[in-house]
């Protein structure tokens, strides 16, 4: 789903025509040796390509009028030439082609991966990863097929063109009958092109929806099949996969019945080109050998229009194609992260907040007037029932969305201040399910910091308890950590994600849920982990386990996105009832597993 501004909404009407293609032109155009000698390639061909059509008419004519059978081989023998010539072109066209193709795709998927890094979070919610993907694939797939369809099609425009000169030398009147065919047969091109340009962005927009739902449905296989829900998953799917069912058949009808009308009016004007040539022949006004070459000649420009024609549609499906694509790019549709230019000198990871109210896009507010103080090197924790708003303050620290109203300060500074750089650099978040890539274990850690050396993983490693784990590997840090981490225990995951983060040596860390997909003994393992990291850096924790917050230095807790009480694990077991239930009713569910 794509946001839309009203001011870009009622603006339509003044937008430049092919943004999209001229956005695309830039990233083809940094490889313009590639794409000149492409281009140069495609027109020799064209020209030969003519040179041989002259020369086989001129076989004929050795044949027919003056039985010169040795002129007939020698014309032969060079449209031999030609053709062998234009196939060793066509090898190395394609090398051309493919050069620009490729180079161009990565270039525009390195800077719309880049840019949808930068989309702030609330677009991303409503977006879905489906878009980005289906984007960067099959849009940027379809962008080369249109390219390749798109030159080669000009080049045999310039080619039929010169067919349609070389008419007119032979007999003016049919010269102007093939062009009034041709301008005929374009106005019938060109309504088929109108209807499937309205047509093609609703089929996109459908397949694009089908595709996110599939996205949706693989990354989450493992819990279909624990839940037992494949039946009820695949009904959600079912009825997008019918709505683009039912928008590709029309686009193809229609598409389909636009082209045999347009080939019946090519018909039609064949058996009027051949009744034109018996009337000239028996006027005597034109000779077999005229008529045998125009003949020759004639299917090569009837298909002009239909060039032409195909020639608008890869223009138009091109640039459906890169403005779907280009879209990511635009911050006044998805907006982009917004960050200030300061930095904090001697960050102690002190964090404020005053009054914070916050919502998603929905109309309820997630967080009401919510006022607190980290303080630094302190460990804090934020506990409450799901839905109380301890997930969105750490997503408000990290900057992942932005607060409604209110203030959040570091160390006195307001956040939409700080720079991108500093924040990042200061805040570390390990998640429930925090994300390893699949790549060597090394890798995983120079994505962090790219300048780190083995002694400095190593050394992170012993302080998460994972170093003799990854030193009975029998690669080491060249081991792969596979899928998702599935190499490794849940527990181990997390102890190197652990490690990883704080490769920057950041000073707020931020754990929200770090163990509540671990068994009892991981937890406590992790617990040990992040113990030893107090009083060394800020750390914030979020649990549903309370027992694994009972040493923190304060307490906040949440209910219904308020804070209703503070203190430290025994003060508020005592003094408030509310987090003495939450508690005693998480104690219970912990003896129950």
């Not at 449209?79 to 090898?91: D, E, P, Q, R, V």
């Not at 009808?253 to 018909?267: A, H, P, R």
């Not at 890798?443 to 030193?471: A, G, R």
């Not at 840090?477 to 950041?506: P, T």
């Amino acid at each position: 789903m794509e946001i839309v501004s009203q001011k870009q909404k009622f603006g339509k009407k003044k937008e430049k025509k092919y943004i999209g293609l001229r956005t695309l032109l830039k990233f083809y155009k940094k490889h313009w040796v590639f794409l000149g000698l492409y281009v140069i390639v495609l027109l020799i061909k064209a020209c030969i390509s003519f040179f041989d059509a002259m020369f086989i008419a001129k076989t004929i004519a050795c044949i027919m009028e003056s039985g010169d059978f040795k002129g007939a081989l020698i014309n032969a023998g060079i449209s031999l030439g030609i053709t062998t010539f234009g196939a060793l072109l066509s090898i190395l066209n394609t090398y051309f082609y493919k050069q620009v193709e490729n180079r161009s795709k990565i270039d525009i998927q390195q800077y719309i991966l880049r840019k949808s890094l930068d989309i702030q979070m609330k677009s991303y919610d409503i977006m879905g990863s489906g878009v980005i993907v289906t984007r960067l694939t099959s849009d940027i797939d379809a962008i080369s097929t249109e390219f390749k369809s798109f030159t080669t099609r000009v080049v045999d425009l310039i080619r039929k063109f010169s067919y349609v000169i070389y008419i007119f030398f032979l007999n003016y009147y049919l010269g102007f009958f093939l062009v009034g065919t041709i301008i005929l047969t374009i106005i019938a091109y060109s309504v088929r092109v109108h209807y499937l340009t309205k047509l093609k962005p609703d089929v996109r927009r459908s397949i694009e929806k089908v595709n996110s739902k599939i996205i949706e449905i693989i990354r989450g296989v493992k819990d279909i099949k624990t839940l037992n829900c494949t039946d009820s998953t695949l009904k959600t799917i079912e009825k997008d996969q019918k709505e683009f069912i039912r928008r590709d058949n029309h686009e193809w009808y229609v598409g389909i019945t636009l082209v045999e009308i347009s080939k019946i009016i090519q018909y039609i004007c064949n058996f009027l080109f051949i009744f034109l040539c018996v009337y000239f022949l028996r006027m005597e006004s034109l000779t077999p050998l005229i008529f045998y070459t125009c003949f020759l000649y004639k299917d090569h420009m009837l298909d002009f229009a239909q060039i032409f024609g195909d020639l608008q549609i890869n223009l138009g499906s091109a640039e459906v194609h890169a403005m779907r694509i280009f879209k990511i790019a635009d911050p006044t549709i998805y907006e982009e992260d917004v960050y200030g230019d300061k930095t904090i000198e001697n960050f102690s990871g002190k964090v404020t907040f005053k009054n914070v109210n916050f919502k998603y896009n929905t109309s309820k507010k997630v967080l009401k007037n919510a006022s607190f103080e980290i303080l630094p090197k302190q460990t804090v924790a934020f506990v409450g029932e799901s839905g109380c708003g301890k997930s969105t303050i750490i997503s408000l620290i990290a900057h992942l969305y932005y607060k409604n109203s209110g203030q959040i300060l570091f160390d006195d500074v307001p956040i939409e201040e700080l720079s991108k750089d500093f924040i990042k650099e200061n805040i570390a978040v390990v998640n429930q399910f925090p994300y390893i890539f699949n790549i060597s274990i090394r890798d995983n850690f120079k994505l962090i910091k790219p300048d780190i050396t083995d002694e400095e993983i190593y050394e992170l490693c012993k302080q998460t308890d994972i170093l003799n784990h990854v030193k009975k590997l029998p690669l080491g840090l060249d081991s792969i950590i596979g899928e998702n981490g599935c190499q490794f225990s849940g527990g181990q995951r997390q102890k190197i994600c652990i490690a990883r983060a704080l490769a920057r040596n950041v000073k707020i860390m931020i754990f929200d849920e770090a163990t509540s997909a671990l068994d009892n003994s991981s937890q406590r393992e992790i617990m040990k982990v992040i113990e030893k990291l107090k009083n060394k850096v800020t750390i914030i924790l979020i649990a549903h386990r309370l027992s694994t917050i009972t040493y923190a230095d304060c307490i906040y807790l949440l209910d219904n996105g308020k804070i209703v009480g503070q203190g430290r694990h025994d003060e508020l077991l005592e003094n408030n009832d509310f987090y003495r239930t939450l508690y005693q009713n998480a104690e219970s569910k912990e003896k129950m597993l």
